[in-house]
């Protein structure tokens, strides 16, 4: 039973538009939450997290919304570039990236950015 | 910062060779170090946890006599497929983690293909 679900294999914006990237858990003990990037032939690329006591973290063009009572977050990209094209993977943890820090992570969804 | 090198990225053996592959941490000590499997279209899978100096700990159905894991460092982790056949062919991929809560940072993978 997958405890981590992101239920879009793929999503299309356009350059400059927004993107937005799902994320559904079940787990209600996770309480530290990850976004990774990853292109083909290399390791997912860590790209912002965010904690169960926040409900939103900003970095830059990337921005992460926690919804606990929903048991859902999202990754927005604004504005959204070619270069931004990857596969992103949302990832969970129970143990607040301590030493009980295994991750558990989502298929991924696709991200294609078109010019 | 927070490079993580894996050696080799492609390795092609015969059925019933071992395979090692190395995970570095380069600019960071790691205290921990993951050891994910990858089937295509799935997502990262969760083999094995280590701490520098204490035995891994496998997650369930992980032969520990199949994969020997080793973090003899702070900086180093293996991974030995012991007597690999066509069923172990499969994409592995460290990710390391360094002191207090931080996020795992991932090597680029080692593709590996048993004949």
């Known amino acids: 039973d997958q405890q981590v679900k992101q239920n879009s294999p793929s999503l299309s914006v356009q350059e400059g538009r927004i993107s937005i990237l799902n994320c559904d858990y079940t787990n209600s003990m996770f309480d530290y939450f990850l976004w990774y990037k990853k292109y083909p032939a290399e390791g997912p690329t860590f790209l912002i997290s965010i904690s169960s006591i926040k409900d939103k973290n900003e970095d830059g063009r990337f921005t992460v919304f926690l919804n606990k009572s929903a048991k859902h977050l999202s990754l927005h990209i604004v504005p959204s570039q070619p270069g931004d094209s990857a596969v992103y993977f949302c990832?969970?943890?129970?143990?607040?990236?301590?030493?009980?820090?295994?991750?558990?992570f989502g298929k991924g969804t696709k991200l294609s950015v078109k010019p | 910062g927070a490079v993580v090198s894996q050696h080799p990225s492609w390795v092609i053996c015969k059925s019933g060779t071992s395979v090692k592959i190395e995970c570095r941490s380069l600019d960071f000590q790691a205290t921990t170090m993951f050891w994910y499997r990858q089937f295509p279209k799935q997502s990262l899978m969760l083999m094995a946890t280590s701490n520098e100096g204490s035995k891994a700990t496998y997650e369930q159905g992980v032969e520990k006599d199949k994969f020997l894991i080793n973090h003899a460092s702070l900086t180093l982790s293996t991974l030995t497929v012991t007597s690999a056949h066509p069923e172990d062919s499969s994409f592995y991929i460290c990710?390391?983690?360094?002191?207090?809560?931080?996020?795992?940072?991932f090597g680029d993978g080692t593709r590996l293909s048993i004949l």
């Open positions: 990832a969970a943890s129970g143990g607040y990236g301590g030493s009980q820090g295994n991750l558990i």
């Open positions: 990710s390391a983690q360094g002191w207090g809560i931080q996020p795992q940072h």
